[in-house]
């Protein structure tokens, strides 16, 4: 059974540091794409990062571009959102979830139950 | 930018049918843009409904669909249930790593 389990929310200040993590069971973690997404209080889904089966290739949304840090381990078969220069606006419930590429389609296939992060004073 | 667009909010009636559809503020939704679709409950993390524009995720029921209508995708519930009742999201690929999820739509069932 394919299973992520986030962890690392919590309160944070404004300007404040922190990291989210991701673990993975149930799949051969090394060859999937695994990506972070978040929806604040009250509002949407919001792709925020992506990182490549071996780590070298990541992407961002533009809001997060030099605050945000993705990173995996695979002998540890986690990820990582190392979080920067937060902002109230980065409040929000962060799921890890699982890509799948098959018959020329990409898509989410497995989620998390997703952590809170909340910046304020 | 562009956008990836959803209606809001939906209605329909226990047993009938609905269309909900993604766009993009600027031009058309294709196979290229690799669109899924999400349920999500409050509280609940998201499930996959529909991949590859319209092959079902595993478990899912046949009365979820997804097409490609004329510019947009589209996921349409034939046979509505009260448990149906859900905000959906599609997602789709911009080109260059980067994805976006529309704003997601609200379907009541009444």
């Known amino acids: 059974e394919v299973q992520l389990v986030e962890s690392g929310g919590g309160l944070v200040q404004p300007g404040g540091s922190l990291r989210l993590s991701c673990a993975a069971s149930?799949?051969?973690?090394?060859?999937?794409?695994m990506t972070w997404v978040r929806q604040a209080p009250g509002k949407g889904l919001e792709w925020v990062a992506s990182?490549?089966?071996?780590?070298?290739?990541?992407y961002y949304v533009d809001s997060v571009k030099g605050r945000f840090t993705i990173s995996r381990d695979n002998a540890k078969n986690s990820i990582y959102l190392h979080m920067d220069s937060l902002r109230p606006e980065d409040t929000a419930v962060y799921y890890c979830?699982?890509?799948?590429?098959?018959?020329?389609?990409?898509?989410?296939?497995?989620w998390g139950q997703g952590t809170l992060l909340t910046v304020s004073t | 930018q562009t956008v990836v667009t959803q209606e809001p909010s939906f209605s329909v009636s226990p047993g009938g049918t609905v269309t909900l559809t993604c766009g993009l503020s600027?031009?058309?939704?294709?196979?290229?843009?690799?669109p899924s679709w999400y349920q999500q409950t409050p509280g609940q993390a998201p499930r996959t409904l529909i991949y590859?524009?319209?092959t079902r995720s595993s478990g899912v029921p046949d009365r979820f669909s997804g097409s490609i209508l004329g510019n947009k995708a589209a996921l349409t519930i034939t046979g509505a249930q009260a448990d149906d009742e859900s905000d959906y999201y599609c997602?789709?690929?911009?080109?260059?790593?980067?994805?976006?999820f529309g704003g997601g739509t609200k379907l009541t069932v009444l």
């Open positions: 979830a699982r890509w799948t590429y098959s018959s020329s389609y990409f898509w989410l296939e497995y």
């Open positions: 149930g799949f051969t973690f090394s060859t999937y794409w």
């Open positions: 990182i490549k089966r071996d780590g070298s290739v990541k």
């Open positions: 600027s031009g058309s939704v294709s196979t290229s843009h690799h």
């Open positions: 590859g524009i319209n």
């Open positions: 997602v789709l690929s911009m080109g260059g790593g980067l994805w976006m």
